[in-house]
């Protein structure tokens, strides 16, 4: 039996004739009708009575109709699920990030996603940039937005560099430095320095001790603390100065960014398996790529 067998069926018991089913289904009625009986005999059942005047279903064929009626419900139905997925607008997304630098624009960016795709299941991970990497290789996540892990950049995701984020002094906003402007990294000798776990983003931390390095400065570490914000709760309780990016503080407060000189940045990038299979992957993708040529993640 094959679905085509079915349809045959399906036809000559809504019209109760054979002739009218074959106009509909376009063959010929001997053919039909030989379909109908090779049914019917894997059936092992009769399903139409049949005679000179007229065709009527036997209960058994009544049976056969509405299961007919629900199957090719259930078969349309998932032809259409599996066009819709293949297109990205059903399916799952897993989508991990850090979690200072995409504060700004993340919300706004997964609404519009939601509008295009509300059948997309979206499931958000926040995660340490190089815990980003791992899973996004390993197939865990469907794609990132995270800092770039060198250790990481040989398993084989591709990665894309949305933005950079100036490197910045944190300092109380009654603090004399906070009333200058931007603060030589050379300057930061002998200063209290809170600085953001090293297991949270090896690549910030290790790119702010270079920075030191260049300047000839040995930074006196007094705090690694696993938050950003606990950072800059320190910096306001006074005991420290933090270096962070200037996504930290979005607006002034009680603590005060002041830029680093000379310029020292760290990246943002969207990050994604070369061999990923997910249309909704592929369509959110396509959208934090739209948006960055638009500047709307700024």
């Not at 005047?53 to 629900?70: I, K, Y």
């Amino acid at each position: 039996m094959d679905l085509r067998h079915l349809r045959y069926f399906q036809a000559v018991a809504e019209e109760l004739s054979f002739s009218k089913a074959g106009q509909r289904l376009r063959i010929a009625q001997p053919a039909l009708s030989r379909a109908v009986a090779e049914l019917e005999e894997e059936m092992g059942a009769m399903l139409f009575d049949r005679t000179h005047r007229q065709v009527r279903l036997t209960p058994a064929g009544e049976v056969l109709l509405r299961e007919c009626g629900v199957l090719f419900e259930r078969i349309d139905e998932s032809v259409r699920r599996v066009r819709e997925t293949a297109r990205g607008e059903l399916g799952e997304l897993r989508v991990g990030y850090i979690g200072p630098p995409t504060e700004r624009f993340l919300g706004p960016l997964l609404r519009e996603f939601r509008l295009r795709h509300p059948g997309v299941k979206v499931l958000l991970e926040e995660r340490t940039p190089e815990r980003v990497w791992e899973m996004v290789s390993k197939g865990r996540l469907s794609i990132g937005l995270t800092r770039p892990v060198r250790a990481h950049e040989d398993l084989g995701p591709r990665s894309k560099l949305l933005l950079e984020e100036r490197l910045c002094l944190a300092v109380p906003a009654g603090h004399a430095l906070a009333q200058g402007g931007g603060v030589p990294w050379k300057k930061l000798k002998g200063l209290p320095l809170i600085l953001l776990a090293r297991r949270e983003g090896a690549g910030s931390h290790d790119a702010i001790l270079a920075a030191c390095h260049e300047a000839g400065v040995i930074p006196e570490v007094v705090r690694t603390p696993s938050l950003m914000g606990t950072i800059l709760k320190y910096v306001e309780a006074g005991a420290g100065f933090g270096v962070v990016p200037e996504c930290a503080v979005k607006e002034p407060g009680e603590v005060v960014l002041l830029p680093l000189v000379p310029r020292r940045c760290i990246p943002l990038v969207l990050v994604w398996s070369k061999d990923s299979d997910n249309p909704a992957a592929d369509a959110f993708r396509e959208l934090v790529l739209a948006w960055h040529a638009a500047g709307k993640l700024k």
